[in-house]
């Protein structure tokens, strides 16, 4: 991927983001462009569909939908799956709250409205390759978060609501809450580890 690279603003972007190295006993200065890590951290099914976009609805009545954006580069990936059907992007510009795009197979309003709530992703695999230090959103979800020795919840959503990437962590009671990762989380191939000053 040519840099620089762009930050995901939410759960499940595609692009990656560069981390600086491992500071050995104290967590990482804030920042809001670097996030430490490790190694990229997730399952190894790279075959695991990663969603780049969601339709929330028709646009006009030729055909174009609106698009939820989970990545700044749809563009990059024309051919995209659709609940087992293949879509391929023709053409996308901003729109309100998202973007508008048009796909080769979506000919009117009433298939454009028939997509309405579909996840459009591609295989993990077909993401570009990292380099040494770098992650993608998606392989974060799902991975357990472990403050001191205990496991405090797993990893459900990544926010960024302008001052940084904020990771949300799920207890098992259901409850929910949320710590900075640049100033406390690092990033292990199989957990999350959680700075205890950050648990609530």
Not at 2 to 8: A, E, F, H, Q, S
Not at 18 to 26: D, G
């Amino acid at each position: 991927m040519t840099p620089p690279r762009r930050p995901p603003r939410v759960a499940g972007r595609a692009s990656p983001r560069q981390s600086p190295p491992r500071a050995p006993t104290t967590p990482p200065a804030p920042s809001t462009d670097h996030r430490e890590a490790e190694t990229p951290a997730g399952p190894d099914d790279t075959h695991r569909p990663v969603t780049l976009a969601a339709v929330v609805g028709a646009h006009g009545v030729a055909g174009e939908v609106r698009l939820k954006l989970f990545t700044e580069e749809l563009e990059r990936y024309p051919v995209l799956d659709a609940g087992g059907r293949t879509l391929t992007l023709v053409s996308l510009r901003p729109g309100s709250n998202g973007a508008v795009a048009r796909f080769a197979e979506i000919a009117d309003r009433n298939a454009a409205e028939a997509l309405r709530g579909t996840a459009l992703t591609i295989s993990r695999d077909a993401l570009p390759r990292l380099e040494e230090g770098e992650y993608y959103h998606a392989d974060l979800l799902g991975l357990p978060c472990v403050a001191g020795e205990e496991e405090v919840g797993r990893a459900v959503t990544v926010e960024n609501f302008g001052a940084g990437d904020i990771l949300e962590i799920e207890k098992a009671d259901g409850r929910r809450f949320m710590v900075p990762i640049a100033q406390a989380v690092t990033i292990e191939p199989e957990r999350l580890l959680i700075d205890p000053a950050f648990v609530e």
